[in-house]
């Protein structure tokens, strides 16, 4: 039985399956007899110290947080600064781990995350103090660099995907009399990844979404208003899906033309769709509607993709491996080793890979007109959507989701001064 | 086996479960041997003659239907006046009845819908052409009179329900670094069924939604920021689900105060949930995040109340039997005949009971502070949200919904002028 503690920790934006990769985490180190505390919010709670006795979960509550959205041990947008920058609180981060035993850090997020293990562990080597920092990661952007994919993209892309499809729907019977033209925003402020994802919701010229507004390609308002009527007078409506960052040729974003202040001086939120539906408006003429999912694509656990709570379960499983092993400053990342018929498999890379850069949505999965996606996009994206694994639903027609004790362990160093 | 045609409409904004209620109309018709067409359209295309052969849909394509979200025949917003004010229009409706020999006509809308109905079954018996009029219930709003309650609400109320409770659980995640308030806005002009429903997400004081906005109380926002507040200090966030139709005091829609035109003279297309969200941002400092789900919400057939979809085939199986056994103007409506355990069945009721008239939410269902649901009403909707049914799904991980061929029939009238 390996001497010490294990800690786990959920950074950054949440999705439908990190806690898959959390109960993975936690049955895997039960199995071995490891203990583990999770940090309350993130890297906040092990800087405060404040922390999460797990083993006061029953086995039931672990499998439950298997299907359950959102972090259950909270997460936080808190980014550490260079190890120079910001010495103070990785030393205080040390000091915690030091109090606590523990001897295996796992740090679930993105870019950010990645880096701050990575930094973690250099510290501790600094110190002598023997630890392993292993990055788990997450995140529905899935920009993540060496990773064929992220935990928490294919739910959000299968969302994205069978929403557009469905309310394509929905527009295509109104259409004659009502709303011609219909915006959905999908998160993406760097690269247009879900954005892409909804091109899944339909193949040919005339499906549905017509147009599709990448980050990556600038946005040409006469160009895209040309299009839409073009779409409506041979289709009879238009299903546009733009991403939220996208920009125009001189580097301005589109939302935040529709935001500011309005005439009372109070804040507009703006947004994407809502811009768009009212230049189409006043443009066109056209009845348009619109969406703006917001967190609902994110933490929409109901319609997770199985390939995706399988892979979530997967990193979080082979980061407690890989951990006990030894081997630090690691991140268990998804491998695609065949593509018809689609197989994966984890495979460790070093953290200073993946720490701080960003994976762009590669030019050839864009259109060449810039309005869609193309065959070599729809084959890579489409695997990542495959299956279902709903959550099982109680009598009352509400999905069974669990809420952890979160029992506090007592601290045993000084309050955090930040 | 009767002689003469069903004719079939679908009318105003569409659900995910009208198809269901076409599949069974469709189904029960096929069974007695009764041809049936369908306007394209809605009413519009019996006016223009363009009407659908539904006998070259296959079985298993009308099995399909069954769970396809949208309006297959298309659907319309024309809302025709009284007999004296449309009557050229009525009478070019029972011109192209007659030429197809049209014996029975279903109408699947809402009030406006039944209203509709009703003119049409008056006209006939005035020209002495024998017709059965059958109006089918269907609305999202919830606002049918009569009826304990309306195919397509039960859905968007899972919808919501469901979509509330992923989404606080991920604000919940977020709250201590970022996200503090969260904005929902749900669909209801003129009533507060969807917002109602949002209610059943949690149910105890520090449970999101923490504060749900009615139509049927008006908006004070002085008291809405302390509301806000007072849960943020307490719970650590706010979940606030708003109806698009809340007014101030003075009967002003808040949705307007969000909309206008910005610096630009461009329209700024509002909202409440933008409105709030800039509003609680200003007044109270905090971070918001918020969500304009649209269609998403009454298009979102994956996520079904399997209570609503058994409901929508009922509406139109007995609206069949009903009009074919010469029941002329009315409608078959959902009877609650027990509480607990849950248990309806369908019984006519004369159209002009139901024409125009508007069901309001009960006064006693929304909580005495005005920000929640009473135990009253959460005894009404949660066996509406009972069960799931989900459609099925192709191997590329999307539910496989139809596209009908809606083969056209050759016109037997001039083209008409309106």
Chains 1, 2 share one sequence.
Not at 70 to 82: D, Q, T, V
Not at 93 to 119: C, I
Not at 310 to 334: F, S, T, W, Y
Not at 386 to 414: C, H, I, M, Q, S
Request: aromatic share 8%; proline share 5%.
């Amino acid at each position: 039985m390996p001497q010490g503690t294990l800690l786990y920790a959920q950074s950054g934006g949440v999705t439908a399956v990190i806690n898959a990769t959390a109960a993975a985490v936690i049955e895997t180190a039960r199995a071995r007899k490891v203990k583990v505390l999770a940090a309350r919010n993130g890297i906040l709670g092990a800087l405060r110290e404040e922390l999460i006795d797990t083993s006061k979960e029953s086995a039931a509550a672990i499998r439950a947080l298997g299907h359950t959205p959102g972090g259950a041990f909270g997460s936080c947008r808190l980014k550490l600064k260079s190890l120079e920058a910001d010495r103070a609180r990785y030393e205080r981060l040390l000091a915690v781990l030091q109090a606590h035993d523990v001897r295996w850090f796992l740090y679930n997020g993105g870019n950010d995350s990645a880096d701050t293990a990575l930094k973690v562990s250099r510290l501790a080597a600094e110190f002598g103090y023997p630890l392993t920092c292993v990055g788990v990661p997450k995140t529905v952007d899935n920009d993540l660099a060496v990773t064929d994919c992220c935990p928490g993209f294919g739910s959000a892309a299968k969302y994205t995907a069978v929403s557009v499809r469905e309310a394509a729907l929905d527009v295509a019977a109104m259409a004659e009399t009502s709303t011609k033209v219909f915006v959905y925003e999908a998160m993406g402020r760097h690269a247009g990844w879900l954005a892409a994802a909804a091109g899944l919701a339909g193949d040919g010229p005339d499906a549905a979404p017509h147009l599709i507004l990448f980050p990556e390609r600038p946005f040409d308002e006469a160009d895209f208003f040309a299009k839409v009527k073009a779409t409506v007078e041979r289709v009879g409506y238009c299903v546009v899906v733009a991403s939220e960052g996208i920009q125009t040729a001189d580097g301005r974003f589109v939302a935040d033309a529709g935001g500011g202040k309005d005439s009372f001086g109070h804040t507009q939120l703006g947004g994407v769709a809502s811009h768009l539906a009212g230049r189409v408006k006043d443009a066109l003429g056209y009845k348009v509607h619109w969406t703006l999912p917001d967190y609902l694509q994110r933490s929409a656990r109901h319609l997770a993709s199985k390939t995706d709570v399988d892979q979530a379960r997967a990193v979080g499983k082979a980061a407690v491996e890989l951990a006990l092993k030894g081997r630090n400053a690691v991140m268990p990342a998804i491998v695609r080793t065949s593509q018809a018929p689609y197989r994966w498999k984890i495979e460790p890379v070093a953290l200073d890979k993946v720490a701080n850069h960003e994976k762009k949505m590669p030019a050839g999965f864009v259109r060449k007109d810039g309005y869609g996606i193309t065959a070599a996009a729809r084959r890579y994206l489409e695997p990542l959507i495959r299956g279902e694994a709903p959550p099982p639903y109680g009598r009352d027609g509400l999905p069974k989701y669990v809420t952890l004790k979160n029992v506090a362990v007592k601290p045993k160093l000084p309050p955090y001064q930040d």
